[in-house]
Nanobody, 131 residues
C-alpha cells in the first residue's frame, strides 16, 4: 500500500515561492494519478493540480494557473508542486493524493468533489501566505 508524506509548507510573504514535495513509499507511483488538493478552514477541499500516470498530462485550477507547476520524478517516487507568486488566498493545508484508477482520478481532479476519487492521502502540510 502506498503511503504519502508531504513536506515543504511554511509561512511566507505574498509574492514568495514554495515547493511542496509528496514522497511515496510502499509502491511506485508510476501507475498512479497524483493530485494536490487544498482545504482552508470552513471551505471545501478543492483540486489545485493533478498529473496523470502515464503521459504527464497536468491540470491546474484557474486560481493557480500560471503560478503553480506540478511535476513528478519517478526515480525518486516523488511529486512536486512548485508554487510561485503566492497570494494570501493560497493559504491552506495542502494535501497530496494518489489513486491507482489513474484515468478516472485525473479526470475527476477538475470537478467539484473530485477529491473523492482519490483513495490515498498524505497528512497535509500547511501553507500560510501573509500580505
Amino acid at each position: 500500500q502506498v503511503q504519502l508524506v508531504e513536506s515543504g509548507g511554511g509561512s511566507v510573504q505574498a509574492g514568495a515561492s514554495l515547493r511542496l514535495s509528496c514522497a511515496a513509499s510502499g509502491a511506485t507511483l508510476d501507475y498512479y494519478a497524483i493530485g494536490w488538493f487544498r482545504q482552508a478552514p470552513g471551505k471545501e477541499r478543492e483540486g489545485v493540480s493533478c498529473i496523470s500516470s502515464s503521459d504527464g498530462r497536468s491540470f491546474y485550477a484557474d486560481s493557480v494557473k500560471g503560478r503553480f507547476t506540478i511535476s513528478r520524478d519517478n526515480a525518486k517516487n516523488t511529486v512536486y508542486l512548485e508554487m510561485n507568486s503566492l497570494k494570501p488566498e493560497d493559504t491552506s493545508v495542502y494535501y497530496c493524493a494518489a489513486d491507482r484508477r489513474a484515468s478516472r482520478a485525473f479526470a475527476a481532479c477538475q470537478l467539484r468533489g473530485g477529491h473523492r476519487y482519490f483513495d490515498i492521502w498524505g497528512q497535509g502540510t500547511l501553507v500560510t501566505v501573509s500580505s
